[in-house]
Nanobody, 119 residues
């Protein structure tokens, strides 16, 4: 049974940073591409970033490119998202999913972690 448990969210001021983590279990994490998606207040699900199984390829939405960094530790079955230079429009619940970019927003997701950017 696939389990994805996100953590690391919180309240941060504009310009601040956070590091999100996603602990994965129930599948061979090291063989799957993974993604982060988010859902802002009153908005639909939005793809944020993806990484392939061996970390040789990453992709980012234009809205976060240059500010967010996705990474993974296959030995720890953990996916990360470093969020820098945060903006109020980054406020959302962030989810990790067992998927590459295609299909990310329709994949099963965990409970997510709330990121709120506000002064």
């Amino acid at each position: 049974q696939v389990q994805l448990v996100e953590s690391g969210g919180g309240l941060v001021k504009p310009g601040g940073s956070l590091r999100l983590s996603c602990a994965a279990s129930g599948f061979r994490f090291s063989t799957y591409s993974m993604s982060w998606i988010r859902q802002g207040p009153g908005k639909g699900l939005e793809w944020v970033s993806s990484i392939n199984s061996v970390s040789s390829h990453t992709g980012y939405a234009d809205s976060v490119k240059g500010r967010f960094t996705i990474s993974r530790d296959n030995a720890k079955n953990t996916l990360y998202l470093q969020l820098n230079r945060l903006k109020p429009e980054d406020t959302a619940v962030y989810y990790c999913v067992q998927s590459g970019r295609i299909g990310a927003t329709t994949s099963p997701r965990g409970q997510g972690t709330q990121v709120t950017v506000s002064s």
